[in-house]
């Protein structure tokens, strides 16, 4: 019999008659009905894609957003008061998740395109992906859209939490890291806090293509007061980490003795790993998007969910 179901499976029987026992003609239908299923579930989820993604929008810094006169229509809701109803919901499962409704809901005024050319300003929502993954809970269930959006959404949220949670681990390394780095620095006759100054921007000038650290915060639009490897994403710490474990570690196994050649070996660390970047045909550094959000912002998040002592 396994024979049978194999050969039917790659097509052998198939195209020629339906087999004539009671228990092939089984075989034969749940071959088929599996197979009916595997097709809806794949259009199924294209459909789901591009209903979401069609509406997505990006913002100058490359970070994604919805309209919420966007999401009301893809979630077929008539009546756009109805939908902000929806909205106010999700507001309140947003406080009670221990997050700022201004991270995730911007309101604000929209135009939109009316007969002749005119135009007209209506109130809008902007919304993060999480905004839109409590909106999608908190609407009409009984929509086939409501639960494609759920699965979108959900989905999407859960690939933000795995970049959190990798930031938050790739920061801490960094931290840590950073003072093996000062200790080996120091040692090689970097001593004050100028000449360590200097030498970490050696160590970013050769990974970031001569860019120093002031320069890289421009470049992420960042405030004076915000550090740059808060705004860093997972791939762009994890290339920071690696410029410091290698940098520590040959200044330790050539004993290094002064503050020339230290900093011209964190240059040339750095210069290394941006050459490795570029032959494999990845983002260089600073090309890689800022995240929408500092790391303290997660790491605040995280201390929340932690079960009282």
Not at 214 to 224: C, D, V, Y
Not at 297 to 309: I, V
Request: net charge positive; proline share 3%.
């Amino acid at each position: 019999m396994t024979k049978v179901i194999k050969n039917r499976f790659i097509g052998y029987e198939l195209t020629t008659r339906l087999p004539d026992n009671l228990l092939n003609r089984k075989v034969f239908i749940n071959l088929y009905s599996w197979t009916k299923y595997i097709t809806y579930q794949i259009s199924r989820r294209l459909v789901t894609i591009n209903i979401f993604d069609n509406i997505k929008r990006t913002d100058p810094d490359g970070v994604e957003f919805w309209s919420s006169r966007d999401l009301s229509k893809a979630l077929e809701y008539i009546n756009y008061r109805n939908f902000e109803e929806v909205i106010e919901k999700a507001k309140q499962a947003c406080i009670n998740s221990h997050q700022k409704t201004d991270d995730h809901f911007v309101d604000v005024d929209e135009m939109i395109e009316l007969a002749k050319g005119a135009q007209r300003q209506i109130k809008s929502v902007f919304l993060s992906r999480f905004a839109c993954y409590l909106i999608v809970q908190s609407a009409d269930p009984r929509k086939e859209v409501v639960a494609l959006g759920h699965s979108y959404f959900a989905l999407q949220t859960r690939r933000q939490e795995v970049e959190d949670d990798r930031r938050l681990k790739l920061r801490a390394e960094i931290k840590e890291q950073n003072k093996g780095l000062a200790s080996a620095a120091k040692q090689a006759g970097v001593v004050q806090p100028l000449d360590y100054a200097i030498f970490q921007n050696y160590g970013y000038q050769g990974l970031y293509g001569g860019l120093k650290k002031q320069e890289i915060h421009k470049h992420k639009g960042l405030k004076k007061s915000q550090d740059i490897l808060d705004h860093m994403g997972s791939e762009e710490l994890a290339a920071n980490l690696f410029r410091a474990t290698q940098t520590e570690a040959k200044l330790r196994r050539d004993k290094t003795d002064n503050k020339t050649d230290t900093n011209k070996t964190h240059f040339e660390i750095g210069k290394k790993i941006r050459k490795t970047i570029a032959e494999s045909g990845n983002e260089m550094p600073e090309n890689l998007p800022t995240p929408q959000e500092s790391i303290k912002q997660p790491e605040s998040r995280k201390k929340k969910e932690l079960p009282a002592e």
